[in-house]
C-alpha cells in the first residue's frame, strides 16, 4: 500500500506546493514535510492529511457504532471524487452500500406516503415516486449482484492461484 507521504508527494506534484498549501490552508513549509517519510529521521516528515483521516477510520473500526460511519464516510469520497472526475464512475456496489442505499429510498418514499392525506391525496405523484424508488432498488440490487460475482471470481483466482502453489 501506498504510504501516506507519498500519497502527499503526488498531489504536490500534481498541483505544485504552492496550490497544495492554498488549498488546505497550510503553508509551504508544512507541505514539504507532509512529503517527506516521517519514519526516516534525515528526512524530517510529519502527520499529514492523510494520516489523520486513516487515524479517524481507525478509530471508528474500533467500536460497532463506528463502522456504519465509515461506509458513511467511504461512499462521501466516491461521491467527491466521482465529481472531480466529471461522471459517475460506475462500479459494483457492496452489501453495506446496498443497505444504506436502499434504507435511505423506502425512508424517502414513506415520507412522501406521510406527506398524502386525504384532501390532498396525488396518486400520479405517488406512482412517480413510488415508480423511481422500486427502479433505484432495482439498480441497488443489480449492482450488488455485479459485486457478488466479482468477489466469488475474486475467491475462485485465489483458490486456483494457492492450489497451483501446493501442486508445485
Not at 27 to 54: A, K, V
Request: hydrophobic share 45%; proline share 4%; with cysteine.
Amino acid at each position: 500500500m501506498i504510504e501516506s507521504w507519498q500519497l502527499a508527494a503526488a498531489v504536490k506534484d500534481a498541483l505544485s506546493a504552492k496550490r497544495f498549501a492554498a488549498a488546505v490552508g497550510r503553508t509551504l513549509q508544512t507541505i514539504y514535510s507532509w512529503t517527506r517519510d516521517p519514519h526516516d529521521p534525515e528526512q524530517d516528515g510529519s502527520t499529514n492529511l492523510f494520516d489523520w483521516m486513516e487515524a479517524v477510520i481507525d478509530a471508528l473500526a474500533a467500536r460497532p457504532e463506528g463502522r456504519p460511519v465509515i461506509t458513511r464516510i467511504r461512499l462521501w469520497f466516491l461521491a467527491v471524487t466521482d465529481r472531480a472526475l466529471g461522471a459517475f464512475q460506475p462500479r459494483p456496489a457492496t452489501r453495506d452500500e446496498l443497505a444504506m442505499h436502499t434504507s435511505e429510498t423506502v425512508r424517502e418514499f414513506s415520507e412522501l406516503l406521510a406527506q398524502c392525506c386525504p384532501d390532498g391525496f396525488d396518486a400520479d405523484r405517488i406512482m412517480k415516486e413510488g415508480t423511481e424508488a422500486i427502479d433505484a432498488i432495482k439498480r441497488l440490487l443489480s449492482a450488488v449482484q455485479e459485486g457478488v460475482q466479482e468477489e466469488e471470481l475474486e475467491h475462485q483466482v485465489a483458490v486456483r492461484a494457492m492450489a497451483g502453489r501446493k501442486a508445485s
